[in-house]
């Protein structure tokens, strides 16, 4: 499966953007997808995942309460809205898939099989 990230954007503190994951090749169907972030000079984070069957969704701790991961079945894409946005969440934010993550390993990048190019996120201050 193919995945496109887009949506990132320059957003000043407080402000919101609304990323976008496309999958083309296959469906999301049973996958797990992930949206996960980089910092400069830092190591690749878990932000949010979500269940495709089911719809279980899953947070780290940091943006809790201020994102929120969904899916469209009709678009085939997934969604992180970011509201309430800080400096702190400046980064290359990505989208990865993968159709066997067990829930003990949903928020370990190397566990993702297929991933999507990088969309950037500036928040100013």
């Known amino acids: 499966v193919q995945l496109q990230a887009f949506g990132g954007g320059l957003v000043q503190a407080g402000g919101s953007l609304r990323l976008s994951c496309a999958a083309s090749?296959?469906?999301?169907?049973?996958?797990?997808v992930g949206w996960f972030r980089q910092a400069p000079g830092k190591e690749r984070e878990f932000v949010a995942a979500l269940r495709w069957s089911g719809r279980s969704t899953y947070y780290a701790d940091s943006v809790k309460g201020r994102f929120t991961i969904s899916g469209d079945n009709a678009k085939n894409a997934v969604y992180l809205q970011m509201n309430y946005l800080t400096p702190e969440d400046t980064a290359v934010y990505y989208c990865a898939a993968d159709p066997s993550i067990i829930l003990s390993s949903i928020r370990v990048a190397q566990q993702y099989s297929y991933w999507g190019q990088g969309t950037l996120v500036t928040v100013s201050s």
């Open positions: 090749g296959r469906t999301f169907g049973r996958q797990t």
